[in-house]
């Protein structure tokens, strides 16, 4: 599994760095993007000590990253989640499936902020 984080959604876990890691635990990759500058990102995952296979830089909307990722690219697998706030669904490009935050969270037990 491909498990994309959005950056809102990153930002209202509790925890996002031990989010990531279990989802790293049964995920073969994880990354997060936004509609954020590349060093809006970095400093993200530098302030919660996250280790990402992949985000969106600059000149990438998050969608356009996502749509990148895909048979002949090394992060893509079989299924591809994108979690996101509620208002973010349809973000998500063709090959994808969004899940909203609060049941991806309850599902797998990652607290709120």
Known sequence: MTLAFTY????????????????????????????VPTHVLNKFQREHVIDLDFFNGSGTRP???????????????????????????????EGWEFRPLEEAAEKAGWALA
């Open 8 to 35: 809102r959604a990153a930002k209202a876990l509790a925890d996002p760095a031990a989010a990531t890691t279990d989802a790293a635990r049964w995920s073969d990759w994880v990354g997060i993007v936004g509609d």
């Open 63 to 93: 969608t356009e990253r996502l749509a990148e990722i895909g048979p002949s690219s090394m992060f893509y697998a079989e299924r591809m989640v994108l979690v996101g706030l509620a208002d973010e669904a349809g973000m998500e490009p």
